[in-house]
């Protein structure tokens, strides 16, 4: 304990094999956290980083399904070697057990397997690693904030209030644990018809005043799109199935913000 502060002080340590650690967060669920890491972490690769993507999310692991991966990772009975898809290193407890086995686990388990996943995996040579995070500020979230060097967090919203309620919550939990929150995207956040009009489906402008109330950078907005979901779907994200694609260009573009604030 710091007798200054009265407060425990944590030594963070590094993922080996891994020079940057961006969270891909929200504090609330169904609102494209998965699916936007997956098509980060491609968008990344497009501009010539290595990347590896960790799925953080023990109870409801989607890496395997949207990566269309079914194998097992390789292990010597200490360490395991990720599983490398579409040239991105992958890892995922969703790889070690059956599809529809639920995780019927406490706090401390969930603790063990991220700290195996961030110290027992051979992670080689990574420019980032993408950290998909589950929802909620429990035990995996501050697992890598206090015991992990995490150098950054984006945060994942759609515009709507009740969404907003938990991201506000969660950016104040990475604001106490002094996490560099490194913008908010609004993600779904409309939906252009047939007839060239935008539908602002969950609302308008959410997102973009959050991130000025609490004084973070608004990195901007992904539409729904149908392509997004379909490609998910069949293992085969966006960014990967369809790089001209509009919404792989604001993928990329996102990329190359965050590539160009750490290189």
Same mark, same amino acid.
């Given at each position: ?44 690769k497009k501009i010539s980083c290595n990347v590896g993507l960790l799925?953080?999310?023990?109870? @409801?692991?989607?890496?395997? #399904?949207? +990566?269309?991966?079914?194998? #097992? ?12 898809? =579409? ?5 995922? /407890? ?12 406490? *706090? ?25 995070? %589950? ?8 697992? +890598? ?10 945060? /994942?919203?759609? %515009? ?13 939990m990475f604001d106490k644990l002094n996490v560099n929150i490194l ?6 956040? =409309?939906?252009? *018809?047939?007839?060239?009009?935008? =539908? ?17 950078? +608004?990195? @901007? ?10 490609? *998910?779907?069949? *293992?085969? %994200? ?12 604001? =993928?990329?573009? +996102? ?6 604030t750490y290189f």
């Amino acid at each position: 304990m710091d007798q200054k502060t009265n407060k425990k002080t944590f030594v963070k340590n590094p993922i080996n094999g891994t020079k940057f650690t961006i969270a891909i967060s929200s504090a609330k669920g169904g609102v494209g956290k998965s699916t936007f890491a997956t098509n980060f972490a491609l968008a990344l690769k497009k501009i010539s980083c290595n990347v590896g993507l960790l799925d953080a999310d023990i109870y @409801g692991p989607s890496l395997p #399904k949207l +990566f269309n991966i079914n194998e #097992k990772p390789e292990s010597n009975g200490q360490t395991l070697s990720p599983i490398i898809k =579409y040239g991105i290193q992958c890892m995922s /407890i969703g790889f070690l057990t059956d599809e529809q086995t639920p995780m019927i686990w406490r *706090g401390p388990m969930v603790t063990s397997a991220i700290k195996t996943f961030t110290q027992k995996v051979n992670w080689n040579n990574l420019d980032f690693i993408i950290v998909d995070m %589950p929802p909620g500020t429990g035990d995996t979230q501050l697992t +890598f904030a206090q015991e992990i060097n995490l150098d950054g967090a984006i945060i /994942i919203s759609t %515009p709507q209030e009740i969404a907003l309620q938990d991201v506000k919550r969660g950016i104040k939990m990475f604001d106490k644990l002094n996490v560099n929150i490194l913008g908010l995207v609004d993600n779904m956040s =409309y939906f252009v *018809g047939d007839d060239g009009k935008k =539908y602002p489906i969950f609302g308008e402008g959410g997102v973009k005043k959050t991130a000025e109330e609490f004084k973070k950078d +608004f990195l @901007g907005e992904i539409p729904i799109n149908t392509e997004v979901g379909r490609s *998910g779907d069949c *293992g085969k %994200p966006i960014v990967e199935d369809d790089p001209d694609h509009e919404i792989s260009k604001i =993928y990329l573009n +996102f990329a190359k913000k965050i590539k160009s604030t750490y290189f």
